[in-house]
């Protein structure tokens, strides 16, 4: 038993390594540059090939590979803060009803079921409906 135990364990690290390969390529073949996606038509070319540095996208892919890794293995997955981005023109209380919003979908989520509405408030409402 101990044995077929040692064996199953050595025979996942090459599935890991696997399914990691995997799932970097899906992310990598996607379509659209993640730097253009995340900065938006408007960006000028210094800030895409900024932001493509600080990202590491102008490394070799193998080394992005051996990095985003290392990242996922200490269950870092890197979400990327661009407030200064995502808010641009925007007003404060836009902004908090979309965070709202994206609470309520993940509560009514949580649930198993999608709930009436998870738009944000309208007319001094600051709960989501609850169905």
Same mark, same amino acid.
């Given at each position: 038993?101990?044995?077929?135990?040692?064996?199953?364990?050595?025979?996942?690290?090459?599935?890991?390594?696997?399914?990691?390969?995997?799932?970097?390529?899906?992310?990598?073949? $996607?379509? &659209? #540059?993640?730097?253009?996606?995340? +900065?938006?038509?408007? %960006?000028?070319?210094?800030?895409?090939? !900024?932001?493509?540095?600080?990202?590491?996208?102008?490394?070799?892919?193998?080394?992005?590979?051996?990095?985003?890794?290392?990242?996922? $293995?200490? &269950? #870092?997955?890197?979400?990327?803060? +661009?407030?200064?981005? %995502?808010?641009?023109?925007?007003?404060? !209380?836009?902004?908090?009803?979309?965070?709202?919003?994206?609470?309520?979908?993940?509560?009514?989520?949580?649930?198993?079921?999608?709930?009436?509405?998870?738009?944000?408030?309208?007319?001094?409402?600051?709960?989501?409906?609850?169905?």
């Amino acid at each position: 038993m101990r044995r077929y135990v040692v064996r199953r364990l050595l025979l996942l690290v090459p599935v890991l390594l696997g399914v990691s390969i995997i799932i970097f390529m899906v992310l990598h073949l $996607a379509p &659209g #540059d993640p730097a253009e996606i995340m +900065l938006g038509s408007q %960006a000028t070319q210094a800030d895409l090939e !900024r932001l493509r540095a600080e990202l590491g996208l102008t490394q070799p892919l193998y080394v992005q590979y051996v990095h985003w890794l290392g990242l996922v $293995a200490r &269950g #870092d997955l890197r979400t990327v803060d +661009l407030d200064e981005t %995502a808010g641009a023109g925007r007003s404060t !209380r836009t902004l908090q009803g979309d965070a709202r919003a994206h609470r309520c979908r993940a509560r009514a989520l949580d649930r198993g079921r999608p709930r009436r509405s998870a738009s944000p408030p309208r007319s001094g409402r600051t709960r989501c409906s609850t169905g």
